[in-house]
């Protein structure tokens, strides 16, 4: 199953990557779950290339983001997630430090449906986020995360799992 994961991340990546014409960076996140479980994020995004209420203060826009997360445990409770989410952002104007908040629901597929001694039902998931941080000349940017992932009932249970994590992400 890891394996299976593994090719499924590098096809959604080279995937994203060749579909996009505009702006991509890769993401580098590490975070821990409410219960300390350690998170390791690899992810790619691809801007939209639109802007929403353009003024002043700043615009509207946003990214897809595909993504693989390692959620580390021992090995009975090591679990993997691939996920995919339309992000919008609001992004204030700046000359070289651009400050943001984020938020997006998508979807998340884990390979076990147990992560520390959260039971999620299903290996299917929604993927809520919100988050803020600050972007750099040349498409850098430094930020911090808040997602939370559930079934959103589509199983009697659903004890849902939330991870919080801080993340870097390069342009491509």
């Known amino acids: 199953m890891k394996r299976l994961f593994f090719w499924a991340a590098c096809a959604a990546a080279a995937l994203g990557h060749s579909y996009t014409a505009q702006a991509a960076g890769l993401e580098f996140g590490v975070g821990h779950t409410s219960e300390s479980t350690m998170t390791y994020r690899l992810g790619l995004k691809s801007d939209w290339d639109k802007s929403w209420l353009q003024s002043s203060v700043g615009r509207l826009t ?64 929604f993927e809520d986020r919100i988050g803020f941080g600050v972007r750099f000349p040349g498409g850098h940017e430094v930020g911090i995360r808040a997602t939370h992932y559930s079934n959103a009932g589509i199983s009697s249970t659903n004890d849902g799992v939330e991870s919080y994590a801080v993340h870097y992400t390069m342009p491509l």
């Open 62 to 125: 946003g990214y897809w983001d595909g993504a693989y997360t390692y959620w580390e445990g021992d090995k009975s409770s090591a679990s993997s997630s691939l996920s995919f989410s339309p992000v919008l952002v609001y992004e204030f104007a700046g000359e070289t430090i651009r400050p943001y908040v984020e938020a997006g629901i998508g979807v998340a597929l884990f390979s076990h449906t147990e992560v520390e001694r959260n039971r999620l039902g299903t290996a299917f998931q």
